[in-house]
């Protein structure tokens, strides 16, 4: 059921992303930049859990494509640095506002009385997760 549950999330989400013409690592590359305003390529693979060369590829794609923009720091050489441009803020904002909508509207399918019960069961599978998974997410 867990799998099942896993799979349905990504597909759908997915689905939800895609018309903004990103991936969903794209789209939370997007979304973490829009928390922070800046990150290091460093920062950004870590809270992504993707090695730093897999994550130079999605964020290439990114620059190309103007969504972000990337400036290596002048005491350091080594530190690049991301950052939003205004398409690529906009672009993140308008994603942030559709995967908020498709949630809201899973929740609004529950049953009447139940999304305390079912959110606390969330809360305990994600737990579950981070105990059986702790380098992740």
Do not use: W
Not at 15 to 35: A, H, M, N, P, R
Request: charged letters at 30%; a positive charge; proline letters at 1%.
């Amino acid at each position: 059921m867990i799998q099942r549950l896993v799979r349905v999330f990504q597909l759908i989400e997915r689905d939800q992303i895609k018309i903004f013409g990103v991936t969903s690592t794209q789209c939370y590359c997007l979304l973490e930049l829009l928390k922070v305003e800046r990150l290091t390529m460093n920062e950004i693979s870590h809270k992504m859990n993707l090695d730093t060369s897999t994550m130079t590829r999605v964020i290439d794609k990114l620059v190309r494509d103007q969504m972000i923009s990337r400036e290596r720091q002048e005491e350091d050489r080594r530190i690049v640095v991301l950052e939003l441009t205004e398409k690529g803020k906009d672009v993140a904002l308008q994603l942030n506002q559709s995967i908020r909508k498709y949630y809201k509207n899973i929740i609004q399918n529950l049953p009447e009385g139940q999304v305390e019960n079912v959110l606390n069961a969330v809360f305990l599978l994600l737990n579950a997760f981070d105990k059986a998974n702790p380098n992740c997410c």
